[in-house]
């Protein structure tokens, strides 16, 4: 779990750093809404409807268009019960029409346009807040996972069974488990207004048109990843520090006494070490502690990781070398993955390993630093050649490619 979060302007623009220990997990970059931002609702024209693969290409103003997936959802979340909707699973959620070409289409983007591809949208729209996250086109309460205590979980519902009115759908999301009924219940109503909003402007747009645009700024990135146990926020900026006592004020007051104002000459992202943590994620090799490396190749179709012994040579047995390398590989990869940015599927080549309790304790390694990825989907085993596949939600793009759009 993070413990700092760090914002610097330069040029007008904010960089947020999420750090874990000292060291850099994530880099967000902020930026006013654009038709491509994740997050952005869009009131879209259809393209073209592709029958074969059961999609749509729609323009939302962005320069290419986005591919809107016409396929029903994935039966019944794990993330909690559905509510009010029907057994058939054939329909999706809301009843929402099909599309022809031509159709005005409300859409949300879900994946931001990569590779020269369009943006990935879906017309489940979702509207997060601090606890909660409103989706009025599936009615249904769903839970975080990681809110994983049973008692916990059923007293949500039942505060939610109260909160949510016929019809409504939500989330309820990690940063809901130590909130009340009350600001619950605030969080819905200020979603509730947020998407009557939307409505009343979709009413006199004409497509595309953006609805509702997503700005990445320090208030967002706290509503997002602030919690009790961070050690500090700091801000380089009088600007960045108001908006965070802002927040703090509002949602975790204990937290206000831990905003630090930076006020050494040296810029912030160099004096700590986060220049550099960035710059070392522009590139293919990671030097492990022991001395072995990881090798990240990125391409179109997967992210491959190989794993090597590099300048670990070792002193007692062969295997105690591999396995100490593993773990290292192991323990350092979620966070590569996190930092970069890297989405869709990443396979893994740890180093062979005969012994299988050696195997079982690298895969768990592996899926103990997982767990701290908030968009981290699922993972298999290690397979015979000593592959591991997963897969992690697309989110705003790699971070490469992040950094030369703002400009490096």
Known sequence: ??????????????????????????LIIAGPGAPGTVGTIALGRVK??????????????????????????????DE???????????????????????????????????AGKGAGLTRNVALAGRTLVLTPFQSRIAISRRINEPDQR?????VMAEIAKPGEGFILRTAARHAGAQALGEDAA???????????????????????????????????????????????????????????????????????????????????????????????????PCGGSLIIEETQALTAIDVNTGRNVGRTSHADTVRATNLEAAAEI???????????ITVIDFIHMDDEADRDLVLGALMEGLGDDPAFIRAGGISALGLVELARRRGDGPLKERLEEAGG
Do not use: N
């Not at 909690?80 to 699973?89: A, I, T, V």
């Not at 059923?154 to 039942?158: D, G, K, N, S, V």
């Open 334 to 344: 979620p966070r590569q993955l996190r930092l970069r940015s890297l989405g869709g």
């Open 154 to 158: 059923a007293a949500l519902e039942r």
């Open 190 to 288: 200020r979603l509730r207004g947020l998407w009557a909003s939307i409505q009343e402007e979709r009413l006199a747009a004409s497509p595309p048109h953006v609805l509702y645009g997503v700005t990445r700024g320090l208030g967002q990135v706290l509503s997002d990843h602030a919690h009790d146990g961070l050690r500090r926020i700091l801000v380089d900026d009088r600007h960045a520090e108001a908006d965070a006592q802002a927040f703090c004020d509002s949602h975790l007051p204990d937290l206000g006494t831990r905003i630090e104002l930076w006020d050494e000459a040296s810029p912030m992202f160099e004096a700590l070490g986060v220049a550099d943590d960035i710059a070392g994620a522009l590139e293919p090799q990671v030097v492990l």
């Open 1 to 26: 779990m993070i413990d700092e979060i760090l914002s610097t302007i330069s040029g007008g623009q904010a960089r947020i750093a999420l750090r874990q220990e000292g060291r850099l997990v994530g």
């Open 80 to 114: 909690g019960p559905r509510r009010g909707e029907s057994d058939g699973g054939d329909s999706e959620p809301g009843g929402l029409a099909p599309v022809h070409e031509g159709d005005e289409v409300l859409v949300q983007v879900t994946k931001s346009a990569q």
């Open 48 to 77: 073209a409807v592709l029958p074969g693969l059961e999609a749509a290409f729609v323009d939302i103003g962005a320069e290419r268009a986005g591919f809107l997936s016409l396929l029903p959802p994935r039966g019944e979340s």
